[in-house]
């Protein structure tokens, strides 16, 4: 895979060559290059922003430094299936443009599993009031451009959602983790575990300052250790998200899951989804 970060601060993204994302640079498993936008400047101050049309509070990044970059990066790209600007925009294996902002859509596990199946991805991340909306319209012809909000929260700029994205999406990648098997159970991983939280794990030694781990995950019993962690991550569920229990299709449930929602307050609603009993225990 293919990586480009476009920044006006090269040096924030200096984590990317550390931890896990780093290695997976050095094994060779990931090309990621950080470019300056102001290398795509003209002019002697090497100017990024301006005052935005209509007024208002801020600045707003120029279309041109970004458009000189990303012309530049795109033609430099991994090839892509077919021919042709349009056909690019539109292929599963043509760019990938992601701009970080907090008007965007959720960046959730289901998109970094997306991204992660794209062989280039091009993160245009901005500081100010964001980006003269041009950029997105012009790229949206020649890439597929995903506006992303890493939360409900205002940040400086786009680089640290930057770090967060790539992290979420390198990890997903094959022979990134050592042990295939270690994303099966993340949290808001697709599959049985899907719409849980992970609940709480445990290591050596067996008791730490006189708190003991849980008896049942020494024991070795699979079924029992499996029906341990379900309960408690459909407890921390309950607790931390309410709204992923609520969303989660009926038929999620099994009947010791039906039994231990009911004790904690939660009950099938007309169409079968789950809602917190009005009294009940929730909140
Ligand atoms: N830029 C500033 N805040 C952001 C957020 N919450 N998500 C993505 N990009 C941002």
Redesign the pocket.
Do not use: N, R
């Given at each position: 895979m293919r990586l480009d970060v476009i920044t006006i601060f090269p040096e924030y993204l200096a984590p990317l060559r550390l931890s896990l994302v780093g290695k997976a640079a050095d094994r060779g498993l990931l090309d990621i290059r950080i470019h300056d936008l102001r290398a795509w400047t003209r002019d002697r101050h090497h100017t990024v922003d301006d005052t935005p049309y209509g007024g208002g509070p801020g600045m707003v990044m120029k279309p041109e430094p970004w458009g000189e970059a990303l012309d530049e990066i795109l033609a430099d790209g991994p090839p892509t299936d077919g021919d042709g600007a349009e056909t690019a925009a539109r292929s599963d294996t043509g760019p990938v443009l992601v701009v970080?902002?907090?008007s965007?859509r959720p960046?959730t596990q289901e998109i970094a599993a997306e991204l992660a199946e794209r062989p280039h991805l091009v993160f245009a991340?901005?500081r100010y009031e964001g980006i003269d909306r041009r950029v997105v319209e012009e790229y949206a012809e020649r890439a597929e451009v995903r506006e992303?909000?890493?939360?409900?929260?205002?940040?400086?700029?786009?680089e640290a959602?930057v770090l967060v994205m790539v992290e979420a999406v390198v990890r997903l990648l094959p022979g990134v983790l050592g042990n295939v098997e270690s994303h099966r159970d993340d949290s808001f991983a697709a599959g049985s575990m899907a719409h849980l939280l992970e609940g709480p794990v445990y290591t050596k030694p067996p008791v730490w300052r006189g708190r003991e781990v849980p008896e049942i995950l020494l024991g070795g019993h699979h079924g029992n250790i499996a029906r341990w962690r379900r309960d408690h991550a459909l407890r921390r569920t309950a607790e931390h998200r309410p709204d992923l229990l609520r969303a989660a299709p009926p038929g999620s449930w099994d009947r010791p899951d039906l039994r231990l929602l009911a004790e904690l307050g939660w009950e099938p609603d007309a169409d079968g989804r789950f809602g917190p009993r009005p009294g009940g225990m929730e909140e």
């Open positions: 970080p902002t907090p965007g960046f991340p901005a992303l909000s890493i939360g409900d929260y205002v940040l400086a700029g786009g959602p």
